[in-house]
């Protein structure tokens, strides 16, 4: 199972009740979290996501509307005696700035926090059920996409199979990732005469602040989910530029040409208070583009 819950979908400044960029990206059992702008942990309480179960924070860059949430968050997971290991994957200057704040406030974590600083394009985490890809996008300051891939899709139960056979039902999840199935009295159950394969593994691409970038097509072609910024309608592509971000026709393009499965579009510029035309004009060049709304999950494969 893939989907996207989006937590913030503005651009610099918070508008019209709309939040700084932030999203949970759900891969079967595991939760990411992706850039985390001010007020990130109140949507996430809101929204009744358990951030206790997110192991892995991904920072695109180092603009405060994509970064400024975390430290509070980090903050609130001690408070709540958080004891498991967290990942976080972003830019190196940000461990300078939240070991300071830590010190400034003589904070010591309750939980082991591993910095992984980005330094390169190339697989980041890789096991053996999902794999996270980042990507140079071309921003004002180094700036990074991220790309969620399913190693192998799980596989999905025959109930009436595994009755027959005398799985019990609490080895389910086991069965869906490939194992057998041993009964109390010895006899092996092989796992392809209670399971039938699953889809095809799933994908999403998260594109963050760039401008018009033909090269992001090939790192995020055939993915079922992307979501790729749209500050500005088309009319406004000279001032989109000149800030290194896109417009809807721009990440329309994008989409179409890497064939993608749907297209989320965000970061939406505070000089708008009305979103319909971004949806609009981008479903002109690729009709499968949704807003990304904030408290909207998507999910893949399409339904």
């Not at 989907?3 to 059992?29: C, E, F, K, M, W």
């Not at 206790?52 to 975390?70: A, E, P, V």
């Not at 200057?93 to 910095?115: G, R, T, V």
Request: proline fraction near 5%; charged fraction near 25%; charge should be negative.
């Amino acid at each position: 199972m893939l989907a996207v819950t989006i937590l913030g979908n503005n651009s610099a400044l918070p508008a019209y009740d709309r939040h700084p960029t932030s999203q949970v990206v759900t891969l079967d059992d595991n939760l990411f979290l992706v850039d985390s702008g001010e007020g990130t942990q109140q949507q996430l309480v809101k929204y009744r996501i358990r951030w206790s179960r997110i192991n892995y924070i991904f920072i695109s860059h180092l603009h405060g509307d994509h970064y400024f949430g975390l430290p509070g968050l980090l903050h609130s997971m001690g408070l709540l005696h958080r004891e498991n290991e967290l990942h976080l994957f972003a830019p190196a200057p940000l461990k300078q700035i939240l070991d300071l704040q830590l010190e400034a406030a003589s904070n010591q974590l309750s939980y082991p926090l591993h910095f992984h600083p980005l330094e390169g394009e190339g697989v980041i985490v890789q096991n053996d059920k999902f794999k996270v890809t980042c990507f140079a996008t071309r921003h004002r300051i180094p700036c990074w996409g991220f790309r969620f891939d399913q190693v192998r899709a799980p596989r999905r139960v025959n109930p009436e199979k595994a009755i027959e056979y005398g799985v019990p039902a609490a080895f389910y999840d086991r069965l869906k990732w490939g194992e057998d199935y041993t009964t109390k009295s010895g006899e092996l159950i092989e796992n392809e005469l209670v399971t039938n394969p699953g889809v095809k593994p799933l994908s999403y691409a998260y594109c963050a602040d760039t401008i018009y970038d033909e090269e992001l097509i090939e790192k995020v072609k055939g993915v079922d989910l992307l979501y790729h910024e749209t500050t500005y309608l088309k009319d406004l592509e000279m001032r989109a530029a000149m800030r290194f971000h896109s417009t809807t026709a721009q990440a329309a393009r994008i989409a179409k040409n890497a064939h993608v499965g749907r297209l989320l579009i965000g970061h939406f510029s505070s000089k708008y208070d009305k979103l319909e035309m971004f949806e609009q004009e981008a479903c002109e060049i690729f009709p499968n583009t949704s807003l990304a709304l904030e408290g909207v999950t998507f999910r893949a494969p399409l339904k």
